[in-house]
């Protein structure tokens, strides 16, 4: 079971950019369709972006399209997410997770590995 480690989250204020990292333990990370997630206090875990194998495919929430990016480095064994134009409405945790059935799925039972979650926080 691959294993995934999120870093780069912090505080920033409103307007500002994070740049998340997530790193995979396996060496056939490209074999998985990897997605980011993020859970506010309080609230349900959410679909934010997803990617597919090769990063040629991605997509959005419409609440973060246009602010966030989602990329990975298949040679590095690492999914990013850029998020630009911070919101306080975007403090969250945010978890990347990995689907080695390429299902391509918004859905987060589709899930097989998750990381810790890296925690951000947007002040307004």
């Known amino acids: 079971q691959v294993q995934l480690v999120e870093s780069g989250g912090g505080l920033v204020q409103a307007g500002g950019s994070l740049r998340l990292s997530c790193a995979a333990s396996e060496r056939t990370f490209s074999s998985y369709t990897m997605g980011w997630f993020r859970q506010a206090p309080g609230k349900e875990r959410e679909f934010v972006a997803i990617?597919?194998?090769?990063?040629?495919?991605?997509y959005y929430a419409d609440s973060v399209k246009g602010r966030f990016t989602i990329s990975r480095d298949n040679a590095k064994n690492t999914v990013y997410l850029q998020i630009d134009s911070l919101k306080p409405e975007d403090t969250a945790v945010y978890y990347c997770?990995?689907?080695?059935?390429?299902?391509?799925?918004?859905?987060?039972?589709?899930?097989?590995?998750w990381g810790q979650g890296t925690q951000v926080t947007v002040s307004s």
């Open positions: 990617i597919n194998r090769s990063g040629g495919r991605t």
């Open positions: 997770a990995a689907d080695k059935l390429d299902r391509y799925s918004t859905n987060y039972d589709s899930y097989t590995a």
